[in-house]
């Protein structure tokens, strides 16, 4: 097998990988954001995550 043949072959099939990664990952997301009882995320604004003023105060 030449050098020449196989570099494309494996840029086709990372691409490919990430292709179908991205694909599954939004699928994901999205099917949790349409979830009602999914837990909140710590960074979100009406999550669980500690208190930045209590925080600070300390």
């Known amino acids: 097998m030449d050098f020449n043949f196989l ?5 086709m ?3 490919l990988a990430a ?6 990952s939004k699928a994901a997301t999205d099917r949790k954001r ?3 009882t999914a837990p909140k995320s710590a960074l ?3 999550g669980p995550g500690p208190d930045p003023v ?3 105060d300390r």
Do not use: E, G, M
């Open 7 to 11: 570099l494309p072959l494996l840029a």
């Open 13 to 15: 099939f990372t691409l």
């Open 19 to 24: 292709l179908v990664f991205s694909l599954y």
């Open 34 to 36: 349409k979830d009602p």
């Open 44 to 46: 979100a604004t009406d």
């Open 54 to 56: 209590k925080t600070l």
